[in-house]
Each structure stands twice: as C-alpha cells, then as structure tokens.
T-cell receptor, first 115, second 116 residues
C-alpha cells in the first residue's frame, strides 16, 4: 500500500498569519490524486483541496493553496490569513489511479489557531 | 453538492451483541462505498471497499466474518459489527464514490460505537 507521511503531529498559528502543513508520500504510480481534508471536532471530513498529479499547476482554493512537488513526492498545504475556524485536524490523502479509488491517509496534523 | 448520511450517529451496545451501521448517499448513486475506522487522535484506516451487488473487499487484517458489509442498493451500504467486544469501540466513517466526471468521494458524518 501507498504510504502517506505527515511529520507534524501538531502545529499552531496566530490568527491572520500563514501556516504550512507538510505531507510526503510514496508511490510508484505516475497518475494519482492528492487531497487535504479537514476534520473539525464534529469529526465530519471536509475536503479542503484536491490536486491531480498530472497537473503541474498548484491547486488553490481561496485562502488554501498547495505546493506540489511531484519529483520530491511532497504535497504541502498553505493556509493564509488563518482564522479561528481553521482549527482542526488536517489529513493528507492519496488516491491512486490503479487502487480502486481507495484513499490512504496520513496520520494527521492538529492545527491550533491562536487568537 | 453531494450528501452522505450515517445512522446511527452514536450507539452503545453490550459485549456479544451485534450492531448495524447504515451509510446512505442521499442525492446520488454510489456503486462504491468505503468503510473506515478511526481511533481517538489517529488517522482513518480503510477497512473495506463495498461494491453494489457484489462482495466487499476487505483490507488485510480486517475480519470479514466480524465486520459484515452489505451494499444492496446504489444508495445504501451497511456495516454490521457482529459479536461486538470493547476493543471494537471506535469511530466508523463511510464514504461514497460519486462517479462520472466528478469521480469524488463524499464522507458521512461518522458513527461512534461504544461496546460495554
């Protein structure tokens, strides 16, 4: 199975500041998808952003953007202008093109936003 | 949008009994659904892939006779935890794959199972 690694169990950021969450993965596939999901205390998984591996352009969704380095197998999430509502667990996920749409999740990063 | 529901949201059962958890795609059809298990402060671990009209595919280490999965319709998959024990207490999350151009997974809100 593919491996997804999040090396930061916990991160904190001042409100309105920028924070970057790290994610690396291991795969032999050339075509795949990468995701960042947010899980607030309600435990509902919320899609933050999605990146197709064949696209060189980094995905962006409002205050959320990624730095996708395919050769390095790195997929970091940048949150700009952090808000209190951004506090949550963030999971990086991999979906391969040959693995039946199965998701492989990283261990998660707990983000605290300091007012 | 696409909505996936789970029922119940919380359930407490006694050791040795069975409990069924439902996962429904409310506004789309899903030929494939996934069941995950999440322990406190841990990640989601894929348990099995549920395919409509066929047998589920279980991940290594998941007992298929203990975690029965039935995907009888395009909008419903069920997970039955049989002969539950306290170590089965966990948070169970399902997701449904919306195919076609979108080809995106949508997650249910989860079910907290406590076995006493």
């Amino acid at each position: 199975a593919q491996t997804v690694t999040q090396s930061q169990p916990e991160m904190s950021v001042q409100e309105a500041e920028t924070v970057t969450l790290s994610c690396t993965y291991d795969t032999s596939e050339s075509d795949y998808y990468l995701f960042w999901y947010k899980q607030p205390p309600s435990r509902q998984m919320i899609l933050v952003i999605r990146q197709e591996a064949y696209k060189q352009q980094n995905a962006t969704e409002n205050r959320f953007s990624v730095n996708f380095q395919k050769a390095a197998k790195s997929f970091s999430l940048k949150i700009s202008d952090s808000q209190l509502g951004d506090a949550a667990m963030y999971f990086c996920a991999y979906e391969g093109s040959n693995t039946g749409n199965q998701f492989y999740f990283g261990t998660g990063t707990s983000l605290t936003v300091i007012p | 949008g696409a909505v996936v529901s789970q029922h119940p949201s919380r359930v407490i059962c006694k050791s040795g009994t069975s409990v069924k958890i439902e996962c429904r795609s409310l506004d789309f059809q899903a030929t494939t659904m996934f069941w995950y298990r999440q322990f406190p402060k841990q990640s989601l671990m894929l348990m099995a892939t549920s395919n409509e009209g066929s047998k589920a595919t279980y991940e290594q280490g998941v007992e298929k006779d203990k975690f029965l999965i039935n995907h009888a319709s395009l909008t419903l998959s069920t997970l039955t935890v049989t002969s539950a024990h306290p170590e089965d207490s966990s948070f169970y999350i399902c997701s449904a794959l919306k195919g076609g151009v979108e080809n995106e997974q949508y997650f249910g809100p989860g079910t907290r199972l406590t076995v006493t």
